[in-house]
């Protein structure tokens, strides 16, 4: 029994001058934290995306629709009603054509997810009559 008193005297003397501790402990938490930031990077940059393809949707078919209330004027008047919209909801106008009585218009939103990464999100609206 004296033995084991005297190990666990010498185990505990190391302990309180810090020879039995190396740091692995941190380690493994420092490489945690990092994972977890860069998966929290990930994540924001994928819903920044997805935002931006839902803001450029909406403008798309805003613009769309707007162009179609003025689709018997000329292509540039429609066009450029459509273009009001568009802009008014935070994006770029692509293109805008007329087919038939029907009005597409395409839009751009440019996002920047990460710092120094810059996206365009794209989408393409349809506004004309109801068909039977």
Known sequence: MGWKLGWLA??????????GERGGATICLLGVVLLF?????FGAGVGAAR???QQAGVAADLGALAGAARV????P???ARAAELVAANAARLVRCRIDGLDVL???????S????MTRSARAT???GPLRG
């Open 10 to 19: 010498r185990r505990a003397g190391r302990r309180a001058a810090g020879g």
């Open 37 to 41: 930031v860069v998966a929290g990077l």
């Open 125 to 127: 609206g349809r506004a």
């Open 51 to 53: 935002v931006a393809r």
């Open 72 to 75: 018997l004027q000329d292509e």
């Open 105 to 111: 218009v395409t839009a751009e939103v440019i996002v």
């Open 77 to 79: 008047v429609t066009c």
């Open 113 to 116: 997810p990460l710092p120094g």
